[in-house]
Every structure is written in structure tokens, then in C-alpha cells.
């Protein structure tokens, strides 16, 4: 109660206020913008964080972080494209409600279900991340090591779908991480002699250039080829929320879909695309009048507040491995964990005996930014979607000031903003061979403490590697490691022998 | 069906990076691997043997006749040049923006950008864009959010 109070009295304050409006207009316009992702919103936040207190700059990201995932759902109802890929379950009934003329109650229902959502797995994910703590908090350094490489084995598993990809670029994260002074003994590692090399790599700088270096690119190269990427134009279009009956009668698929998407978020490397989908196919599965059932796909309600639900309970979800464990389920979180890290906060089962007020405050901060993002769309919808209006190549040149800006001002280097390039053209070449970029910056963030516990591990146990397999949490970590992996080389095989056998079709 | 020859390529780039990677662990970090296999060099000499281990699995699936899922679009016409001229154009950015500071430098380079790089016809958006983008930024994060911007070493206005 203690905590709470001093949580209250952190949160209370305008500058708290501003970077929540702020933070959920950014990110409900960088989430309603089909090309431009509320990772990218996040990275951009990130530098001007820095100046902060910890609780208005934490505040700023989760609020983006909530904006962003609230706002893919506009431009998948209105133009039948999803604004990020949480909203792609929505676009089948949500745009063909929209052509039935139905695009206010569809976007209403939206809002408010991913409202609802978000507040549920809110009060979920307090309850979860208490007890994981609470359990975490006698892991040794060897625990935490097999669990952080656990997280990192799931992580690059299933982002991208190809274990061997996603480990390159993990690895590559991991490589990075170990340029400049070593922690531990003070050595110098890879700096070729470069004072200004000493520091490493910075994290921020790295996400601002993986998450919108590439996209800049893409935009310009694209215009100076006389190819312009498309602006939409919308008509003017209202919220109108929906009747309490209608909310009362979804009530129940609400409540399964919360779960799931919580669920669902709390495993690294899933997220919202998943939980949406998932949620969608779950609601129609379960729909029991067989009329109601065929409308599914043609413009039923069911259809936007299953995954509309779902993608929103992902938020809470995916906060409770980050703050009770330090790892990120995805890139939003990864870039939470960075701001976390900026403040000095360091997420783990000790933030919360260091730190108690600032988790409490976390916790209003997201429950502020939820009411705000539902005020933002319902009152200004038809201001948000003008500025889908705005052409990609004047939205990339204000990003590409941000990105030059918020990379200079964090040392006020320029070794930064030359490694915020070469990390946006690393990102861009990604993008080009289908390489995941997520898990390059998951290594970032997890590779001091994977090095850190390894070694301090091996220090314990005077260079006896059998630590890592001396207690019953560390071998269930390592074998959910070996499935993790099984699971991903069984699903390849599958996949090659699939295609030897339509190989051997075609050619009969 | 011919052959995709995505893997062999990326098997031989990660390879080749891995051995770039595993000779730079002993020329630019000092000490050995030591006893207890728990020194400096240890963690970047596992990720570079781990690197190189993917590069021959990435071989070895090229072998095998592996065919990536998504197939990779071919280079666009005169899109490295593109990227040079995008690239060039941060640097450029960068240092106006260390020397003459945020609100200076901002507006020219804007400009610059929407006239003569993305041709932009229309001279209200031309004059108008940069001045209520810097404007905007600078009310977003001088103003609003108390953060700071960088000032110049040659002219400072804020």
C-alpha cells in the first residue's frame, strides 16, 4: 500500500501526463500507418528519454507501446490493411463491416474491447509477474543463464519461423554486444584501438537504426525511382461505441480471448499475430448458430473483438516476462527493457524489492495510457486518420530527422550516428534476404547478462561446467532448449519434404 | 526446377564472416582463453565457432537443395546507388547538424531533401514541411517533454 502510495505521487504530475498523450498519439498514428510500426515509434521515443525522470520517460514507451497495438486496427477496418501485423486477424470482417457501411461501430468496438482487453491482462499480468518474481528471486547465475538462453533459443526460433536464420541474426545481436571494454576485467575487445570504441555499441542507437533506418531507405529509394508508395484518403468517419447488450453478449468470447492473448504474450517470441489469429479462429469455432457462424469473414462484430481483444491482452502478457525475468517477448519489449536499462531499473525478480514504487508506477502509467488511448480514438478519429492522408516520403524525411537527432543527442557523437548507419544498412540487407532483425536486437539486450552469468558461473564452480546442470531449473531449461530446437529442425524436415513431393508432382 | 542458390551464398557469407570474426578474437582481445575457459576472449570465441557452425549448416541445406520459403527480390534498378546517395545524405545531416545546431541546420536540410532529392513540385510544401517540422520537433521535445536538442559548436541559438 506503501508502494502504491509513492507510485501515486511519482505518476501524479503534468510532465507524467503530457508523455502519455503523447506517447499514445504517436503510437496510435505510427500503428494506424501501414509500413511504419510502433518499433519503429518506440526506437524513435527512446533517445529523448534520456533527459527524463525514469517514470515519465517509461511512460512515454509504454504508452506508445499501447497506442501502437490499439491503432493497427484503424487502417486494417477503414482501408482492409493492417496497420501492424497484431491487426491482420481483423481486416476480413472489420474492412467488410467497413464497406457495409458499418466502419464507426466497427471501430468502436475495437477501441473498446482493446481497452477492455488491455485492462484485463493488466490485472492478470500484476498477479503473474508478483509470483514469477517471487519464484525467480532464488535463481544463482547459472539458473539465470539457462533461462536467459532459453529465452533466446524460443526467441529466434519463432520469430521469424526458421531457427537457423533467426540464430545468425541472434548471434550477430550477441557479437555486437561484446565490442568495447569488458565488464568484468576491463579488456578492450574489438575497438581497434578507438578511445570512443571503449563504450560499444550503444543499444539505442542500434534500434534506432535496425527498426527505421531500413524503412527510410526503402521510401527514398523508392520515390527517387519514380515508384511513390501510397497515401489513402479517407473519407471522414466517426466512433460510435457499441450498446452495453452488445458488449454483454461478446462478454464471455472477451474473457477467453483476454486469457489466450495473455497467455500467449507471457511466451517470448510469440505475440500479437499469433494470439489474434488464434483468438479469431477460437470465436468462430465456438460460434454455436450456424448463421451467425457463416458471417465470419463477411463482416460479423465476433470477428473484430476476438482478435481486436486478443492482441490488446499480448501487452499485459508480454510485460510479465519482462519484469519478473528481465527477457523481452518481442521487439516492443526489447525496447521497454532498453529504456528500463537507461533509468536504471533492471527488470528481474530485484526490481521489485529495489524499485517496488517505479513497478507500481509502471502499472498506473498503462492503465492511464489505456484510458487515454480510448479518448484519443473515440474523440479524434477523424483527425487521426487524415494523417494517412500524408504522403510516405514526408513522413520518412521527419523520421529520418528523428533518427539523425535522437542518435547525435544520446553522447552527442558522431561515431554514433555512423553506427546508427551501418546498423540501419545491416537492418536493410536483413530485410532484403528475409533475415529476422528482431533477434539481432534481442542479443543486444540479453548479451551482457548471458556473458555475465556464464562467467560468474564458471567462477563459482572454478571452471566446472557441470553448474549448469545442477539443479532441476536448470535442466528443465536445458531441455526445453533441445525441444525448442527439435521442434523447429522436425518442422523444417517436414516443410523439405513437402516440397520434394510437390517437386515430384509437378514434374510427373 | 532450378537450383536456389540462396544458401550456398549465405552459408559462405556467415562462414566467412565467422573466420573475419574468430582471427579479430585473437588479435584484438588481449589474454588467452584461459584455464577455466572464462576469460574476455571466451564468449566471443564460442559465438564465432557457433557463427561458423550455421555458416556449414546453411552449406550443408544448400547441398541438400534446400529452397528458402520467400524467395529474395532482385536488386532494383540503381538502388545501391540509391542507398550510397540515402547514406551520404545522414553524414551530411549529421555534421550541419554539429555544427550549426538543430534549428539551423534542420530547415536547409529538409528542404534539400523534399526539393531536390524527392522532387517535391509543390513550393507551399517545399517552404512550408521544413519549417513546421523543426518546429514541431522542437515544441515536442524543448517544450513539451523539457528533453534537449543539439545546440552547434559554431552558431548556437538554443
Redesign the interface.
Known sequence: MENLITALGLINNY?VF??IC?GSFAGIIFGAIPGLTYSMALALMLP?T???QPVTGIS?LLATYIGGMTGGSISAILIGIPGTPSAAATVSDGYSLSKKGDASIALGTAVIVSTIGGLISLSLMIVMVDFISKFAIKFGPAEIFMLVLFGFSTICGLAEK?L?RG??AG??G??LM?IGT?E??G??????GNVQMLQGVNLLVAMIGLFA?PH??EV??S???DEDQKNYDIDVVKTKLPSFALLKKYFNLMLRCVGLGTSIGAIPGSGGPIAAFLAYSHAKNSEKDLKEKELYGKGHLGGVIAPETANNAVTGGAMVPLLSLGIPGDPATAIILGGLLIHGLVPGPMLFIENAPQVYSIYLAILLAYIVVFLFQVNFIKHIVKILRVKP??LA??I??????GS??IR?S?LD??V??IM??IG?FFN???LPVTPIVLGLVLGRT??QE??TA??LS??D?SIFFGSIVCVLFFMLIILTIALQVRKRVI??RN?KKL?EV?QA | ?EKSK?YLY?GLG?LAFSII?LI?VFF????DLG??????R???FF??I??SI?GL??LY?YK?G?????S??PL????IR??I???I???I???V??LFG?ILS?PI??YF??RF????KNWK?NFA?PIL??AL?YF??II???????RGTLIQII
Open positions: 510532465e503530457i508523455a503523447i529523448f534520456f533527459t527524463m512515454l526458421s537457423f540464430l545468425v548471434l550477430l550477441l557479437m561484446t569488458d568484468i576485467e579488456v578492450q575487445r574489438f575497438t581497434f533506418v527510410i531507405l527514398f529509394n520515390r527517387i525511382c516520403h514526408h524525411v521527419g529520418l530527422i528523428m533518427v539523425v537527432v547525435y543527442a552527442n558522431f550516428v555512423n546508427m548507419i540501419g544498412l536493410y532484403r534476404i528475409r548471458i556473458e556464464y562467467r564458471m567462477s572454478a571452471g561446467p516443410d523439405v516440397q517437386k509437378n | 526446377m540462396f549465405l556467415v570474426w579479430l584484438q582481445i588481449e589474454g584455464e577455466y575457459a572464462n576469460t574476455p571466451t564468449i566471443p559465438l564465432g557457433c557463427m550455421l549448416v546453411f541445406q541438400l534446400f529452397r528458402p520459403k520467400q529474395v527480390e532494383k534498378k540503381n538502388e540509391n542507398i546517395i540515402c547514406v545524405l545522414f553524414l545531416y549529421a555534421y547538424l554539429e538543430f534542420t536540410v529538409i531533401i523534399t532529392l524527392l522532387k517535391e510544401l514541411f517540422m523543426t520537433i515536442i521535445f513539451l517533454l523539457k528533453s534537449s536538442l543539439p
